[in-house]
């Protein structure tokens, strides 16, 4: 299974990135999507995810910054990243999963993001 991710790259502190990913459309049905950041050295933490259902968690630290999207008609996920940090910096994964029966799990290739002071 392919995620398709779009959108990262270089942007000074304080601007505005956003992120697409599309998943396969016959991955319907309850599924949670969202995204990742690993930064050099360190694991792989959530960022945001959003529920088939509508409902949107994120890390505090993309509280109040970052707006998650989902497209269930189309099985897509945006994440607007505004005002952006250095610390923000890193490789950003899609992940699309379903923890019911039939269960899956999917990643991304990941998409590079870099914030500069």
């Known amino acids: 299974v392919q995620l398709v991710e779009s959108g990262g790259g270089t942007v000074q502190a304080g601007g505005s990135l956003r992120l697409s990913c599309a998943a396969p459309?016959?991955?319907?049905?309850?599924?949670?999507m969202g995204w990742y950041r690993q930064a050099p050295g360190n694991q792989r933490v959530m960022v945001a995810t959003?529920?088939?259902?509508?409902?949107?968690k994120y890390a505090d630290s993309a509280e109040g910054r970052f707006i998650a999207s989902r497209h269930n008609g189309k099985n897509t996920i945006d994440l607007q990243m505004n005002h952006l940090k250095p610390e923000d910096t890193g490789v950003y994964y899609c992940?699309?999963?379903?923890?019911?029966?039939?269960?899956?799990?999917?990643w991304g290739q990941g998409t590079q993001v870099t914030v500069t002071s």
């Open positions: 992940n699309v999963r379903r923890v019911i029966t039939p269960a899956f799990d999917y």
């Open positions: 459309e016959r991955l319907f049905g309850a599924t949670i």
């Open positions: 959003v529920t088939s259902g509508g409902i949107t």
